[in-house]
């Protein structure tokens, strides 16, 4: 069974930098697509950054710039550092993993993390 797990978040002052790290772990299986996505409370849950399998990244545009995705394949681990942080930037982030077994794909959430940035 395929366990998603984030930590990093917690509080910090606007301007200021965190960084998330979500591992998978659980019995063999190919990664295709890892992910951070938010949700602000009273919000929609909305896809902040993603890295493909081969190391190819997006981000939404009001990350740009500020935030940086990268993935340990060895490690069945995606990060995301978080600089010049803002307070619209609060919010629960969560970690999903798009897994391919064989020509099937199944995507798997962690429980999510919480982000705050206030002064």
């Known amino acids: 069974q395929v366990q998603v797990v984030e930590s990093g978040g917690g509080s910090v002052q606007p301007g200021g930098s965190l960084r998330l790290s979500c591992a998978a772990s659980g019995s063999i299986f190919n990664i295709n697509v890892m992910g951070w996505y938010r949700q602000a409370p009273g919000k929609q849950r909305e896809l902040v950054a993603a890295i493909i399998s081969g190391a190819s990244t997006n981000y939404t545009d009001s990350v740009k710039g500020r935030f940086t995705i990268s993935r340990d394949n060895a490690k069945n681990t995606v990060y995301l550092q978080m600089n010049s942080l803002k307070p619209e930037d609060t919010a629960v982030y969560y970690c999903?993993?798009?897994?391919?077994?064989?020509?099937?794909?199944?995507?798997?959430w962690g429980q999510g993390t919480q982000v705050t940035v206030s002064s």
């Open positions: 999903n993993v798009k897994i391919y077994h064989g020509r099937v794909y199944e995507y798997y």
